[in-house]
């Protein structure tokens, strides 16, 4: 596992965990300027990701991996946030207790599976395994609201381009979609920490019922919905949002 780490001498620190498909570069664009400031960035590559690939069969498997490679030789408060796929990773985490863990921020992310979550992950493990620019319409279908879509009726040829031109394998993009797959539900122990759930209105990659067991397992959580947006947020308005939430 690549990890980056910058501003080492911070006295906290925040660890960003990478939606599916994505590199630690996903993140180079949404981290507030500010955070700098005052955080350690830590930033990091799941394996396949400008690495080399490493069978990983369950979320468990990746969250070890975290917990042995990076959250063992912290030694300074820090704030897990993670996007989609991350934030299942970081619920995954949360089934173990941290005494130097101060909040938490959760983006567009899942709880619970159902069949029809299930079948959509199947869908995409089987495009990808067989058609990487069918999976790269599919995945654009699904992040985005229709309004995108029609105006940007192209945008999957850049998300295939940036898939064939990264550091990344199919083979890694396929495993994290088999180990959702996997999941039921996530059931972390209650936590009493300041938490942030952001998530789109129109996002067809969410239920609300995940929303609502989050907010059971987080009761400090602050729910903020983002009108008009789907997986895929707004990069200033999801910035502002973890601004204010990390400021108050």
Partial sequence: MNIYRKGEDKSEAIIFFNPMGTNKDFWNSLIP????????IILFDYPGFSSDFVNQKTLHDTSEMVRNELLIHLDKPFVFCGYSYGGMVVQELLKESYI??????LISSQNQLTFYDKEINK????TISMDELLFCRFLTILSYDPFFVNKN?????????NLKLSPCSSAAIAQQLKQMSNIDKIDFP????PALYIYGENDRMLKINSVSEISKLLPKIEIKKLPESSHILD???LSENILEFLNN
Avoid at 190 to 193: F, K, Q, S, T, Y
């Fill in 190 to 193: 209650v936590l009493d920490i």
């Fill in 100 to 105: 130097d863990l101060r909040s938490v921020i």
């Fill in 123 to 126: 869908i995409l493990h089987n």
């Fill in 235 to 237: 990069g200033k308005l």
């Fill in 33 to 40: 300027a500010e955070l700098y400031d005052k955080y350690e």
């Fill in 153 to 161: 009726n192209l945008f999957y040829m850049k998300l295939f381009s």
